[in-house]
């Protein structure tokens, strides 16, 4: 039951997806969900190390590295997936989709609760790395590459480093408003352009109106 809906789950949202012995033989995130779910039925049997050597061998086949501890819901999708970490506490929704190099991880060593919360239906772009005991509200969106430090609201997209909202969508209609305006570098460095041009046209504008008086000045003199 939990395979086939993970096969499902991915030939639904990857279209490269063509056949469910495909998705078998080739998928690491699959196969690195299988092995989590062997080393959390370990942990839960009070045989941590052999837990971890399962997870380390699934971390060596397949390039994901998922802690025995970490809770994950159902219908994760882990595309591509290499480079993925996901911590000890680190909670996984319903739902979510992973892109390659994402990193639920920790800020410290204290102890407790020190991963994040991730909700349901969030997807986490390639490289972004969510650290810390935040949360992620449901629907939310991070952006590739993005560093998140502190909690993201529901269906909202976060992009930066530091991460900060930039838009939200409604839930029903899927529409998105924007919450601020994105830096543009190169309309900057055209507007700084343009008002560096317009400073030196002023200044010989004002230069040439000096050269035009003392000309004035020398020659009425000379008339003198």
Avoid: C
């Avoid at 092995?35 to 839960?44: K, M, Y």
């Avoid at 892109?99 to 991880?105: A, E, H, I, K, R």
């Avoid at 060593?109 to 810390?132: C, D, E, F, M, W």
């Amino acid at each position: 039951m939990w395979l086939s809906e993970q096969i499902e789950t991915i030939k639904q949202r990857d279209p490269a997806a063509t056949s469910t012995l495909e998705v078998l033989l080739t998928y690491p995130g699959l196969h690195a969900l299988i092995f989590h779910r062997a080393s959390s039925a370990l942990r839960h049997r009070d045989l941590p190390v052999a837990a971890r050597l399962v997870s380390h061998v699934g971390r060596f086949l397949t390039g994901i590295e998922i802690h025995p501890g970490a809770a994950i819901g159902r219908r994760l999708f882990i595309d591509h997936g290499m480079g993925v970490v996901i911590g000890e506490t680190a909670i996984v929704g319903d739902d979510v989709t992973m892109y390659q190099g994402v990193t639920l991880g920790g800020t410290g060593k204290q102890r407790g609760k020190r991963h994040p919360t991730v909700g349901n239906g969030v997807v986490i772009g390639a490289g972004a790395k969510i650290l810390g005991a935040v949360t992620i509200g449901d629907g939310a969106k991070i952006g590739g590459g993005a560093v998140v430090l502190k909690d993201v609201p529901p269906y909202t997209t976060a992009v930066g480093v530091p991460a900060r909202a930039v838009a939200w969508t409604h839930p029903e209609s899927g529409v998105s408003r924007r919450l601020e305006q994105m830096p543009d570098p190169q309309y900057d460095s055209m507007l700084a352009m343009i008002q560096r041009i317009e400073e030196q046209e002023e200044r010989i504008r004002a230069l040439t109106a000096e050269v035009e008086e003392k000309e004035s000045t020398l020659a009425g003199s000379w008339q003198i």
